[in-house]
């Protein structure tokens, strides 16, 4: 009996802290991307456009919610087995992310388009809009893959594809 209640206070306790790290990082998340968001209309734009630290704290929310995205994924499933299709869905989504990033600093990397000849540094640009929609699609679908392998029947969702 002892040992039943003790395993009962690791799991709450547990459960305690997975609830605050997913806390933690939805605010983060939140806070980063409101920050990045909304620095015009603070001012806090100390240049035009869209700068750096905008876009540094814009990537670090989008990767927040998407660590949040991921362990609340991992939690709901905690009896199902690792699967391949759960290893795509993760990697999916880190490439996902990493497209996010390029796309976001592309013009600080030299490999940008958008440079406006009235302002003295890159901007954000369309193209680089859609490669963040692009990104973030790609995330959303690692998420579905990382989603759909974990039932809890123990079978992949896609287990039509293979031929018996």
């Known amino acids: 009996m002892g040992n039943n209640q003790n395993q009962k206070q690791v799991n709450k306790k547990i459960n305690r802290l997975n609830t605050t790290v997913l806390f933690t990082f939805l605010l983060l998340g939140i806070l980063f991307i409101l920050f990045a968001l909304s620095a015009d209309w603070v001012g806090l734009d100390i240049t035009p456009g869209f700068g750096v630290v905008q876009m540094v704290a814009l990537l670090l929310g989008i990767s927040s919610l998407t660590i949040v995205l991921f362990l609340l994924l991992k939690t709901g499933r905690v009896d199902a087995e690792k699967s391949l299709q759960a290893d795509i869905g993760w990697r999916l989504a880190a490439t996902g992310v990493l497209f996010i990033y390029?796309?976001?600093?592309?013009?600080?990397?030299?490999?940008?388009?958008?440079?406006?000849?009235?302002?003295?540094?890159?901007?954000?640009?369309?193209?680089?809009?859609?490669?963040?929609?692009?990104?973030?699609?790609?995330?959303?679908?690692?998420?579905?893959?990382?989603?759909?392998?974990?039932?809890?029947h123990g079978e992949s969702s896609l287990k039509f594809l293979l031929k018996d």
């Open 102 to 152: 390029v796309t976001g600093f592309a013009d600080l990397l030299g490999i940008g388009t958008h440079m406006e000849p009235d302002f003295e540094r890159p901007f954000l640009g369309p193209l680089q809009l859609g490669g963040f929609a692009l990104g973030l699609f790609i995330i959303l679908t690692g998420a579905f893959l990382y989603y759909t392998s974990r039932t809890p």
